[in-house]
């Protein structure tokens, strides 16, 4: 039996009864709807999604004057609305200066 097949059967037991249990049994199946879907989320990017700034040059105007990990980092939050980490970036950032 499916997982959502079974918190949907919790659910309407829930309800047929009435009162206060029920309305914790419909909290609790929702709750458990939500985990689900929150699992089957994006994973993050690996390396090879990222921009490659191995061709930019380091503090130019252009990028307002940053860094080529911070570029990256902008770069990042702009497109996927998550931050690097400095460490994460300068790793990101060394891998592909030594890949060419």
Do not use: D
């Amino acid at each position: 039996m499916s997982p959502n097949l079974l918190i949907w059967q919790v659910a309407c037991r829930a309800t047929k009864g009435g009162g206060e249990m029920s309305k914790i049994a419909v909290l609790l199946a929702v709750f458990a709807l939500v985990g689900m879907l929150a699992a089957l989320a994006a994973p993050p990017a690996c390396a090879a999604e990222y921009h490659n700034v191995a061709g930019l040059e380091p503090w130019p105007p252009e990028s307002n004057y940053m860094s080529l990990a911070g570029c990256l980092r902008w770069m990042t939050f702009r497109e996927q609305g998550v931050w690097l980490s400095m460490g994460e970036a300068k790793r990101i950032v060394n891998e592909q200066l030594q890949q060419g």
